[in-house]
């Protein structure tokens, strides 16, 4: 299983390198060509969406993404360090304008999970994981 871990300041002109070194790796690990744009997309609607959090709650920490190259998949995962509220509970320092990031975070999630079929959101008072993974298939030898 090999890994290739990338940490970047929380600002919005990080997330388009995110982006190509998420599809260059798919590309390596065997993810199908056709699929390479939605890798792009749901890696940048991510990191977007991290970035967001990190700058709406003054967090200085980097973003975390690790792509990771399985037997038979690979996984994106991109890591936060924003609270986020228990389900139905308020997440401490709440400001006014909360309904509205709400609503954005939601949309977000809503775009990740059409563009990838599995995709697991974990939140909690320390940050989020978004983990996306997608098949791949082994490299074709030719025989001689």
């Known amino acids: ?29 065997g993810v199908d060509e056709a699929v390479l744009d939605e890798v ?14 990190h700058q709406s709650h003054d967090i200085t920490s980097p973003v975390k993404v690790a792509l990771i190259e399985e037997e038979k998949q690979f996984s994106i995962e ?8 228990a389900p139905g509970g308020d997440t401490p320092g709440d400001a006014p304008d909360g309904d509205i990031e709400a609503e954005e975070d939601e949309m977000g999630l809503a775009v990740i999970s059409g ?13 989020g994981l978004i983990r996306m993974t997608w ?6 030898t030719a025989l001689l």
């Open 1 to 29: 299983m090999a890994t290739v871990e990338l940490r970047f300041s929380a600002l919005p002109e990080h997330v388009r390198t995110a982006r190509l070194v998420a599809a260059a790796v798919a590309r390596r690990a």
């Open 115 to 127: 563009l990838v079929d599995d995709v697991e959101v974990t939140t909690g008072q320390n940050g």
């Open 78 to 85: 991109v890591g936060d360090e924003a609270p986020h509220a």
């Open 40 to 53: 792009r997309l749901a890696v940048g609607e991510a990191c977007s969406r991290a970035v967001g959090l």
């Open 135 to 140: 098949p791949t298939t082994p490299p074709v």
